[in-house]
């Protein structure tokens, strides 16, 4: 048995390979001396000759580490786009926002406002004035030129990837369609080979907007498909169902129960059993012959926590969006009948009998994966990552927070942000300090748990590690 993770990297001039290596390398246990931890081979879903594909050694299992690379496609990003992004988002109402997103609005607000300031008073005038007096030898000009590069690159190089993807402007379309498009075909192609018993999704921070949106359109195209479906398959089906508890009783009632019991204020208790309904639906639909192997959705520094600022006019619009099934939430927006609905026509199971299969909607690719959600927490509204934060509250009760701890100065900064996978002591993966942001997610990724999760749900047999195949066993 095999399964793969996709990790979608976030903002900034990102070099192929560069975030996946780090990340593999830290989340697998150490190799022995004089071993590697994964082995290079190519990457047999992508046409970028930069890219490689990692695959785990030792006792994480045969885990295939594949990298959706996106930045190369942000092109001809300028000062003004960006520009008018923040300033579009500078405006907004901040009613109905949550604190963390009043909090960036303010921070910008004061921004331009001294900028106005100085302009109001003639003091960028006069430096500007002062600026032009200077020889070409003078270090001032060499700081201030410093100053600007920073200023220009900084919000070109990084900011801009955000304004560009999340900005619904006609110059940003295409962009935003490339990416989609990209990030679908290759779950597509991830689970087409047929390879993979789980496939799980980590994204950080703009990757984890990506990853949102590419999960949704694959599921869109996917959900409603029963590839080799027959009235005899249905039959096969219910009489095997019928030694237990019926056919589909999870999404027949028992998930749709435990999500909708979900509440802010809910134990952990009641979050374990709608996660623990969730993957036992995806196995209905497995024995169904289903092809969805998304088990998990793992977010990282993630804006989506913003998501009422960033992805809609307003809070309003937002909730709205959400009811609407136009963005998916966890656990999903409830149908009539819970979660999923009856496909058509129903097969005659005999003695009278009609059976239904079920499928969740097409805005529940929630039902049946898990959302787990690791942010740092911010300090005084300032200090800390003030990019992520709590999702829970803002897409559903349904998705598992952890507030995880940056080490060292890395924490108290904004530093932070890009640290969630970087190790803070030698040990690395399962050695990792006990709840360190690294530790957390060596626990969410759960490579070692593959039959747990899968296996001894469905009924398969998982071929021994030894027995890998020529291909796999060798570097």
Same mark, same amino acid.
């Given at each position: 048995?095999?399964?793969?993770?996709?990790?979608?990297?976030?903002?900034?001039?990102?070099?192929?390979?560069?975030?996946?290596?780090?990340?593999?390398?830290?989340?697998?246990?150490?190799?022995?001396?004089?071993?590697?931890?994964?082995?290079?081979?190519?990457?047999?879903?992508?046409?970028?000759?930069?890219?490689?594909?990692?695959?785990?050694?030792?006792?994480?299992?045969?885990?295939?580490?594949?990298?959706?690379?996106?930045?190369?496609?942000?092109?001809?990003?300028?000062?003004?786009?960006?520009?008018?992004?923040?300033?579009?988002?500078?405006?907004?109402?901040?009613?109905?926002?949550?604190?963390?997103?009043?909090?960036?609005?303010?921070?910008?607000?004061?921004?331009?406002?001294?900028?106005?300031?100085?302009?109001?008073?003639?003091?960028?005038?006069?430096?500007?004035?002062?600026?032009?007096?200077?020889?070409?030898?003078?270090?001032?000009?060499?700081?201030?030129?410093?100053?600007?590069?920073?200023?220009?690159?900084?919000?070109?190089?990084? @900011? %801009?990837? &955000?304004? *560009?993807?999340? =900005?619904?402007?006609?110059?940003?379309?295409?962009? +935003?369609? $490339?990416?989609? /498009?990209?990030?679908?075909?290759?779950?597509?192609?991830?689970?087409?080979?047929?390879?993979?018993?789980?496939?799980?999704?980590?994204?950080?921070?703009?990757?984890?907007?990506?990853?949102?949106?590419?999960?949704?359109?694959?599921?869109?195209?996917?959900?409603?498909?029963?590839?080799?479906?027959?009235?005899?398959?249905?039959?096969?089906?219910?009489?095997?169902?019928?030694?237990?508890?019926?056919?589909?009783?999870?999404?027949?009632?028992?998930?749709?129960? @435990? %999500?909708? &019991?979900? *509440?802010?204020? =809910?134990?952990?208790?009641?979050?374990?059993?709608? +996660?623990? $309904?969730?993957? /036992?639906?995806?196995?209905?639909?497995?024995?169904?012959?289903?092809?969805?192997?998304?088990?998990?959705?793992?977010?990282?520094?993630?804006?989506?926590?913003?998501?009422?600022?960033?992805?809609?006019?307003?809070?309003?619009?937002?909730?709205?969006?959400?009811?609407?099934?136009?963005?998916?939430?966890?656990?999903?927006?409830?149908?009539?009948?819970?979660?999923?609905?009856?496909?058509?026509?129903?097969?005659?199971?005999?003695?009278?009998?009609?059976?239904?299969?079920?499928?969740?909607?097409?805005?529940?690719?929630?039902?049946?994966?898990?959302?787990?959600?690791?942010? $740092?927490?911010?300090?005084?509204?300032?200090?800390?990552?003030?990019?992520?934060?709590?999702?829970?509250?803002?897409?559903?009760?349904?998705?598992?927070?952890?507030?995880?701890?940056?080490?060292?100065?890395?924490?108290?900064?904004?530093?932070?942000?890009?640290?969630?996978?970087?190790?803070?002591?030698?040990?690395?993966?399962?050695?990792?300090?006990?709840?360190?942001?690294?530790?957390?997610?060596?626990?969410?990724?759960?490579?070692?748990?593959?039959?747990?999760?899968?296996?001894?749900?469905?009924?398969?047999?998982?071929?021994?590690?030894?027995?890998?195949?020529?291909?796999?066993?060798?570097?």
């Amino acid at each position: 048995m095999k399964q793969a993770v996709v990790l979608i990297h976030g903002i900034g001039e990102q070099k192929p390979m560069d975030t996946l290596r780090g990340f593999v390398d830290s989340v697998l246990d150490p190799p022995e001396p004089g071993e590697e931890a994964f082995w290079s081979k190519p990457d047999p879903l992508s046409d970028l000759f930069e890219l490689r594909r990692l695959q785990s050694r030792g006792r994480s299992g045969s885990t295939h580490f594949y990298e959706y690379y996106w930045a190369y496609k942000v092109e001809g990003t300028s000062l003004q786009a960006v520009l008018a992004w923040l300033w579009s988002l500078i405006w907004r109402s901040t009613r109905g926002l949550p604190h963390s997103a009043r909090t960036l609005i303010w921070m910008a607000r004061l921004s331009v406002g001294g900028l106005f300031a100085l302009l109001a008073t003639g003091v960028a005038p006069q430096w500007v004035s002062a600026l032009q007096a200077m020889s070409p030898g003078d270090w001032r000009w060499l700081t201030a030129a410093g100053l600007w590069l920073v200023l220009q690159g900084g919000l070109i190089h990084y @900011l %801009g990837d &955000a304004a *560009r993807y999340l =900005s619904p402007r006609p110059g940003n379309i295409r962009l +935003r369609r $490339a990416i989609r /498009a990209d990030g679908t075909r290759l779950l597509q192609a991830l689970h087409e080979r047929g390879e993979y018993e789980r496939i799980i999704v980590v994204g950080h921070s703009l990757g984890s907007v990506i990853g949102y949106d590419i999960l949704n359109a694959w599921w869109q195209r996917c959900h409603e498909e029963l590839p080799g479906l027959t009235d005899e398959t249905v039959r096969a089906f219910v009489r095997d169902a019928l030694k237990g508890d019926g056919p589909q009783p999870v999404l027949r009632s028992d998930l749709s129960a @435990l %999500g909708e &019991a979900l *509440r802010p204020d =809910s134990d952990a208790t009641a979050l374990d059993a709608f +996660r623990e $309904a969730q993957l /036992a639906a995806q196995m209905e639909l497995r024995k169904l012959g289903h092809p969805w192997r998304v088990t998990d959705f793992i977010t990282l520094g993630s804006p989506l926590t913003h998501g009422a600022l960033l992805l809609a006019r307003s809070s309003e619009e937002f909730s709205a969006r959400k009811r609407q099934r136009e963005l998916p939430t966890c656990p999903p927006q409830r149908d009539v009948k819970g979660y999923a609905y009856g496909v058509k026509p129903p097969v005659d199971i005999g003695a009278g009998m009609k059976f239904t299969p079920l499928l969740p909607h097409h805005a529940a690719p929630f039902a049946v994966t898990r959302w787990t959600n690791l942010y $740092a927490p911010v300090r005084w509204g300032l200090f800390g990552d003030i990019v992520g934060g709590p999702l829970a509250g803002v897409f559903g009760c349904g998705i598992r927070d952890i507030a995880v701890r940056i080490g060292g100065w890395r924490g108290w900064t904004v530093a932070a942000h890009t640290a969630y996978w970087r190790r803070t002591t030698p040990e690395s993966g399962a050695a990792a300090s006990a709840g360190s942001a690294l530790k957390v997610l060596v626990d969410v990724l759960a490579l070692r748990k593959l039959r747990q999760l899968v296996a001894d749900r469905t009924g398969a047999t998982p071929k021994p590690a030894e027995q890998t195949s020529d291909v796999d066993a060798k570097p």
